[in-house]
T-cell receptor, first 112, second 113 residues
Framework: DAKTTQPPSMDCAEGRAANLPCNHSTISGNEYVYWYRQIHSQGPQYIIHGLKNNETNEMASLIITEDRKSSTLILPHATLRDTAVYYCIAGNLHNAGNMLTFGGGTRLMVKP | DTGVSQNPRHKITKRGQNVTFRCDPISEHNRLYWYRQTLGQGPEFLTYFQNEAQLEKSRLLSDRFSAERPKGSFSTLEIQRTEQGDSAMYLC???????????FGDGTRLSIL
């Protein structure tokens, strides 16, 4: 799996968009970008994933740069319940045994 | 609720005892993963099943650890002769084949006295 780099922490005002960056400059052509978040005492929650194109679902949007060396997860209207550790992972799960390799993540604090 | 279910949620035991955790994956998911997470760290991969076959093991999985998925549905993770260093959250995840995302349970928190 490609190594990812994320800022250790970020703050965001409630109601504003939270933009969480991730650098994955060594990503290979067949590796996807996955985003998970983990709220205290719970398991990681899948948010979104993508290969090349930008993706959007009911939780978030994923913007991947054209060279695929970085991406941004956007929570359009952050709420207090979005306070969590957000993990960006680059990998290919197609091959058997390709597990998710978690880094340190970004601790997002949404403030009133 | 049709998510990944793990039992028990918490386990406290004395050093040297054996413990067993259970994971019920999302139905029809043929892949099942076990991870371990210590305080302040991200989850680390332990082992992986495709249906009933255990196809991958991490070096973290010492010979005191054993995992099974006998009928390709639920899985158990057993730790024998527990040690202080085994204290952690044990997470289970499941997925379909391909590049489909893994979905996690809320884990079993193990505390060794």
């Amino acid at each position: 799996d490609a190594k990812t780099t994320q800022p250790p922490s970020m703050d965001c005002a409630e109601g504003r968009a939270a933009n969480l960056p991730c650098n994955h400059s060594t990503i290979s052509g067949n590796e996807y970008v996955y985003w998970y978040r983990q709220i205290h005492s719970q398991g990681p929650q899948y948010i979104i994933h993508g290969l090349k194109n930008n993706e959007t679902n009911e939780m978030a949007s994923l913007i991947i740069t054209e060279d695929r060396k970085s991406s941004t997860l956007i929570l359009p209207h952050a709420t207090l319940r979005d306070t969590a550790v957000y993990y960006c992972i680059a990998g290919n799960l197609h091959n058997a045994g390709n597990m998710l390799t978690f880094g340190g993540g970004t601790r997002l604090m949404v403030k009133p | 609720d049709t998510g990944v279910s793990q039992n028990p949620r918490h386990k406290i035991t004395k050093r040297g005892q054996n413990v067993t955790f259970r994971c019920d994956p999302i139905s029809e998911h043929n892949r099942l993963y076990w991870y371990r997470q210590t305080l302040g760290q991200g989850p680390e991969f332990l082992t992986y099943f495709q249906n009933e076959a255990q196809l991958e093991k991490s070096r973290l999985l010492s010979d005191r650890f054993s995992a099974e998925r006998p009928k390709g549905s639920f899985s158990t993770l057993e730790i024998q002769r527990t040690e202080q260093g085994d204290s952690a959250m044990y997470l289970c995840a499941s997925s379909f084949e391909g590049n489909q995302p893994q979905h996690f349970g809320d884990g079993t928190r193990l505390s060794i006295l």
